[in-house]
């Protein structure tokens, strides 16, 4: 019942934490009219809130192992649900994107957290599919914040679906304060001192390095192709709705179908070769959405969606694991490269935008997954037989 227990809450937080990070995507053509901005303009709403967790990250981690795992999320959880009602609110772009980047510095205290939580409750043998557990709610979560407020801004607008989004991430800290057991495993640091030179010897390990710029790699792709698709898809000949673009984001079922099984697929493949594969892959379904048909557009993206919801599961649960101290800021840092990639993806790809349109920005993703896989190749070694 515990371990149930256990695994619930960490669903609810993988759950909160991207329902309402990415849910501006499918109504971004739409702000940008009401709001009279461009793409590149727009896309702030996204990259304001990657650039705050990329900056706050690392040091609520160095918090986290002072105070404690569950204290941490559930707080965190709670109050969030604040600026996402302000970003209801927002009068103009410019305090639309302030309530985002508030947004984002309450999600490390999340999914960082929650990670290193994972981390050091669950054995070794467990912790990787523990953490696909946890990807496959949080690749929920992020469809279904995309998609309700798609569906939403039809009927209600798109500020009455932030409100909605409110309720149900309250909802779902009640749920993780009631369903998640005290840590156990947690060996508190002996300050804040201890704890950010802990981060320290996590930066002079090269496989901590490595991942930390895998995990730029992944959100970079995952940003620059879902915020820029959706103008691709809501310009002629597609001109899709919010609505449809939201449903668009059923995608990302296909990672929450796909994670629970990286463990498996690490255990035969390890975990160098998956991932260079699944990179190889992620580029093909890439490739697909050049093609100027909408199911060849829509499969592009659900094949590209599953290989990197498994790339980022692989390179997660490595982390929490190879850190022996200090998991929460081991964690945290790599949620600061991860999101710096986030932030990152959502405007460099705006010149390719200006520049050549959408096969611009899918050229420019590609690039970033050859160096990805390139640093993968040269780093991954080592560490036996599932780090093949």
């Excluded at 918090?63 to 302000?86: C, E, N, Q, S, W």
């Excluded at 957290?113 to 929920?140: D, H, K, M, N, Q």
């Excluded at 992620?282 to 199911?295: C, D, R, S």
Aim: hydrophobic fraction near 55%.
């Amino acid at each position: 019942m515990s371990l149930d227990r256990r695994r619930a809450a960490i669903s609810l937080a993988g759950f909160c934490a991207f329902l309402d990070l990415y849910a501006p995507q499918s109504v971004l053509p739409l702000l940008a009219h009401e709001l009279g901005a461009g793409a590149a303009d727009i896309s702030l709403a996204i990259s304001a809130t990657t650039l705050a967790i990329a900056i706050i990250a690392p040091f609520i981690g160095t918090v986290a192992d002072v105070l404690g795992r569950k204290r941490v999320i559930a707080a965190a959880m709670f109050a969030l649900v604040v600026p996402t009602i302000l970003v209801a609110l927002a009068p103009d772009l410019r305090t639309l994107v302030l309530w985002r980047f508030v947004q984002g510095l309450l999600l490390p205290p999340v999914f960082a957290v929650t990670v290193a939580y994972v981390g050091e409750e669950f054995p070794p043998a467990e912790a990787t599919a523990v953490t696909g557990i946890y990807l496959s709610a949080s690749s929920f979560g992020g469809f279904f914040g995309r998609f309700l407020t798609g569906i939403l801004a039809e009927s209600i607008g798109w500020r009455g679906a932030f409100l909605a989004l409110a309720g149900i991430t309250f909802a779902c800290a009640a749920g993780v304060a009631a369903l998640m057991p005290r840590e156990r495993q947690f060996h508190r640091a002996d300050g804040m001192l201890t704890s950010a030179r802990q981060m320290l010897r996590h930066l002079r390990d090269p496989q901590l390095v490595a991942t930390y710029a895998v995990g730029f790699g992944v959100l970079f792709a995952f940003v620059a192709t879902f915020t820029y698709v959706n103008f691709h898809l809501a310009a002629p000949p597609f001109d899709l709705s919010p609505a449809q673009l939201g449903t668009i984001f059923v995608v990302y079922l296909i990672g929450a179908a796909l994670t629970p099984l990286t463990g498996r697929c690490v255990a035969r493949f390890g975990r160098r070769r998956l991932v260079i594969g699944l990179i190889a892959l992620w580029m093909a379904g890439l490739a697909l959405t050049l093609v100027p048909t909408l199911p060849a557009i829509i499969a592009g993206l659900a094949f590209s969606t599953g290989c990197g919801f498994m790339c980022q599961a692989i390179a997660t649960g490595f982390v929490a694991i190879t850190a022996k101290e200090g998991r929460s800021s081991a964690v945290g840092l790599y949620v600061t490269g991860y999101y710096i990639g986030g932030s990152a993806g959502g405007l460099l790809p705006g010149i390719a935008w200006n520049a050549a349109g959408w096969p611009g920005c899918v050229a420019m993703v590609i690039a970033v997954l050859l160096l990805m896989a390139l640093t993968v190749n040269l780093t991954w070694r080592g560490h036996g037989k599932a780090a093949r």
